[in-house]
Structures are given as structure tokens and as C-alpha cells.
């Protein structure tokens, strides 16, 4: 099993700044892929940002030179950074954990961006 705490959400003003933490029960070198989805009301849930196990990352488009994902390897965390963020990033944003073919889901944090 593969739980998964975030942390970091809230409110933001646009063009600022948030990191989003996502802590993992079990070493993050024993995943596939981890990564971050977002999903705001009425939508579907999206993919922003995803790193494989080999550091490859890759990046929804609409956020792609704002986002960051990277990882902390030695305390099993995986962040989002997010940077000039824009009203259109409102959403609940999730981690996920990939293994084998089985998916593991954060508990959701939402993010709010608004003056």
C-alpha cells in the first residue's frame, strides 16, 4: 500500500507563487512515476505534471514554463512548484503514485487563485 499526505494549498494571489508537497509512505525509487492532477469544478481530472522514475518529466501544456515537478529522493516527497499562477489553476490538485499497474491517490488539496 502507497499512502500519500499533501500539503501546501490555499489561496493565492494571481501571478504569485505555491509549492505543493506530496510525502510518500514507501520510497518513491519503488514507483514508476509520480505526479500531480488537478480537477476544478465541472471538469475533468487532468494531468499537470508527471516524473518517471528515470527523471523524465513532462507537463500539461497550460502550465508548462509556470510548473516545476521535482523530487526529494531521500525523504520519499515529490513537489509541485508553482509559479505565476494564473485564476485558471483553480482546482483541487492531487498526488499520484504509480506502480506496477496500480494507482495511488493523495487525498486532494485545494488551491485557490484569486485577487
Known amino acids: 500500500q502507497v499512502h500519500l499526505v499533501e500539503s501546501g494549498g490555499g489561496l493565492v494571489q494571481p501571478g504569485g507563487s505555491l509549492r505543493l508537497s506530496c510525502a510518500s509512505s514507501?520510497?518513491?525509487?519503488?514507483?514508476?512515476?509520480m505526479g500531480w492532477y488537478r480537477q476544478a469544478p465541472g471538469k475533468q481530472r487532468d494531468l499537470v505534471a508527471k516524473?518517471?522514475?528515470?527523471?523524465?518529466?513532462s507537463y500539461a501544456d497550460s502550465v508548462k514554463g509556470r510548473f516545476t515537478i521535482y523530487r526529494d529522493n531521500l525523504s520519499n516527497e515529490v513537489y509541485l512548484q508553482m509559479m505565476d499562477v494564473k485564476p485558471e489553476d483553480t482546482a483541487v490538485y492531487y498526488c499520484n503514485a504509480k506502480i506496477f499497474r496500480h494507482d495511488y491517490w493523495g487525498q486532494g488539496t485545494q488551491v485557490t487563485v484569486s485577487s
Open positions: 516524473i518517471t522514475l528515470g527523471g523524465i518529466t
Open positions: 514507501v520510497n518513491i525509487l519503488d514507483l514508476d512515476s
